[in-house]
């Protein structure tokens, strides 16, 4: 298991995690379901770089990458670092992973 896999399942994770967060302290339905797809995509993408599929590794640089975007814009809007400005910073380093082992497979 290289540190991409590990990457995209902690990243998946905290994304779940936050859509819950993010329910609990505003009910915010937009924040549980966005949160639950994105950090299932991203398991899912950890599971199947397990399982040898190389498209995995492409599903997980993509998901991170709009996650980070998303999260970027939205911390330029409100200034408040929690919860936009650490999942920016999180997600570029994860993201930064999964390139750094993505380009070493090839």
């Known amino acids: ?11 998946g994770i905290l994304a779940i995690v936050g859509g819950v967060i993010g ?4 009910t915010s339905r937009v924040s549980l379901l966005s949160g639950s797809i994105s950090g299932l ?3 899912l ?3 199947f770089q ?11 640089v993509l998901v991170t990458a709009v996650l ?3 999260f970027a814009f939205r911390l330029a809007k409100t200034r408040k670092f929690m919860p936009a400005g650490l999942m ?3 997600g570029m380093l994860a993201l930064a992973v999964m390139m750094n082992q993505f380009v070493a497979l090839r």
């Open 50 to 60: 397990l399982q040898g599929q190389t498209w995995g590794a492409i599903l997980a």
């Open 23 to 26: 329910y609990i302290q505003a």
């Open 1 to 11: 298991m290289n540190l991409g896999i590990v990457a995209a399942f902690a990243y």
């Open 68 to 70: 980070v975007v998303f």
């Open 41 to 43: 995509l991203l398991i």
């Open 45 to 47: 993408a950890a599971y």
């Open 88 to 90: 920016t910073i999180l």
